[in-house]
């Protein structure tokens, strides 16, 4: 049971970070594509609209890994049903571990991975809107810059 635990581990792993991997990409080339910014982020209204929308999208993102650790729980007939089976991989993804739904024994090991892989997963995503925040900030410093300078200097 053990090696089939860290199996299903490794494939669900492998494909939560493959969907983080292209959800971040994805936002990333948003990101850059001025053909779709609807918001002048040269304004603090403008710099707010832009984070929440990054901040909402990886929201989704840590959604559909969780849906998916949840179907494998259904799939396999860890959880009776869907809403104990997504609230146990809620807990378990965002590490609270409440603890008053707990995995049967024989798939504990899963239940662990998933912690693991959660707690990477909103560490990258930590780390990816600290980078966009951070180039926000660089943006907002450069016009300042911009509209200090002297009329004959531009």
Do not use: C
Not at 7 to 31: C, K, N, R
Not at 100 to 125: H, P, Q, T
Request: glycine fraction near 8%; avoid cysteine.
């Amino acid at each position: 049971m053990l090696f089939l635990n860290l199996a299903m581990a490794s494939i669900l792993v492998f494909v939560t970070f493959l969907i983080h991997f292209i959800g971040l990409v994805g936002l990333s080339a948003l990101i850059r594509n001025r053909h779709v910014h609807h918001v002048n982020i040269t304004t603090v209204a403008g710099q707010g609209a832009a984070i929440l929308f990054i901040v909402f999208s990886l929201f989704a993102l840590h959604s559909v890994e969780i849906w998916v650790y949840t179907f494998v729980y259904r799939l396999l007939g860890i959880f009776p049903d869907i809403g104990t089976a997504v609230y146990y991989s809620t807990s378990a993804f965002t590490t609270v571990g409440f603890g008053d739904v707990v995995i049967g024994k024989d798939w504990r090991m899963l239940g662990a991975a998933e912690s693991m892989n959660g707690f990477l997963l909103i560490g990258w995503s930590t780390a990816f809107l600290v980078s966009i925040t951070a180039k926000v900030r660089v943006l907002e410093a450069r016009i300042e810059e911009l509209e200090e300078e002297p009329e004959e200097r531009r």
